[in-house]
């Protein structure tokens, strides 16, 4: 009950936001789906997004994960505690679905935050299938008002897609996208081509493939490509706070790695899922293709394409230096 009451106010918050009257900077009513876990620049990524939400440029309406590693939610749930918004509602995987942890093979940072800092969740099995979070946030919203940010496997949204009607909604899963999604954001494949298949969609390629296919609104893809040259995290791990998440996973993880930085694939979807792409990058329309059996995906290039991936303009560096400060971005009291 107090789920659904919480949702309810933050959708009316929604229709709000979306007739400010002050000519402000429009918030992006943003839906994060993330396989927090192998990797930590959805880590950095959580980071960029509360910063923004502080800044009052983004709404987080729910952090979704496609990773069903038990660590996965408990571990979304640590960064919305630290950033104090505790009442994110959270969704996962149910039925098969990809399931893994960080290579680290001495301390590991999921395993080290959800011993260290507080979560709702137990584990990532307890939390709400991602598919009803979905449809009951969707059935919800003004039509065209979300934004979605995939910075992980596609899972939950070939499994939204092909939904059927339920108590929140008649609409079919492909129906409710059609009406209420404006904009699919993804850390996706590598461009104009991948043929060895990029990770987030050769984890769950057959998902992957169904989404370019059938996804109905508008997708904008950031690839391998955009965020392997742009380092961050080094003085996310020095910075002089103590009990920071955000520091603790990159202190931990940088040490196992390269203690120049990770790579942001992550944070640039979400940067330009509620930024917009235009200040960083421009982006070719066209339409993607994915083998769903190796994950491969290769380019139509097409003006009149759904589709379109981004393609660098401002150098590496500056785009690091941004991201950087946003992971740096210390709570605030709400
Ligand atoms: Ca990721």
Redesign the pocket.
């Known amino acids: 009950m107090k789920g659904i009451l919480l949702l309810l106010i933050s959708v009316l918050f929604i229709s709000c936001q979306a007739t400010n009257q002050n000519n402000e900077v429009a918030r992006v009513n943003l839906i994060l789906d993330?396989?927090i876990g192998p990797?930590y620049?959805?880590v950095g990524a959580m980071a960029v997004m509360h910063a923004l939400a502080d800044s009052g440029e983004a709404n987080i309406i729910a952090t979704i994960s496609s990773n069903m590693d038990e660590h996965a939610v408990p571990c979304i749930e640590v960064i919305n505690n630290y950033f104090n918004r505790p009442d994110i509602p959270v969704g996962a995987t149910k039925g098969s679905g990809v399931s893994l942890t960080t290579w680290h093979k001495e301390q590991k940072w999921p395993v080290v935050l959800t011993e260290k800092y507080k979560y709702a969740t137990d584990k990532t099995s307890d939390a709400p299938d991602a598919v009803a979070v979905y449809r009951k946030i969707l059935s919800l919203a003004a039509d065209n008002s979300l934004t979605i940010c995939s910075?992980?496997f596609m899972t939950n949204l070939r499994n939204l897609l092909e939904s059927g009607a339920d108590q929140y909604s008649n609409l079919s899963g492909q129906e409710l996208v059609a009406k209420k999604v404006n904009l699919l954001v993804s850390?996706a494949g590598e461009f104009p081509q991948s043929k060895k298949g990029e990770f987030?969609i050769k984890q769950d390629a057959v998902s992957a493939s169904y989404v370019a296919e059938h996804w109905p609104t508008e997708i904008l893809l950031s690839g391998f490509e955009i965020g392997k040259d742009i380092l961050t995290g080094k003085p996310t791990s020095e910075m002089p706070v103590s009990n920071s998440p955000i520091k603790e996973t990159y202190k931990l993880s940088l040490a196992q790695d390269n203690p120049y930085g990770r790579n942001s694939w992550?944070q640039t979807a979400v940067l330009v899922a509620i930024k917009g792409y235009e200040p960083y990058y421009t982006a070719l329309r066209g339409t993607l293709i994915v083998d769903q059996t190796t994950g491969a995906n290769s380019w139509i290039q097409n003006d009149q394409g759904r589709h379109a991936y981004l393609v660098k303009k401002m150098p590496d560096e500056q785009i690091a230096l941004l991201i950087e400060k946003y992971m740096m971005h210390q709570p605030v009291k709400k």
């Open positions: 993330t396989d990797d620049d959805d910075i992980g850390m987030n992550d």
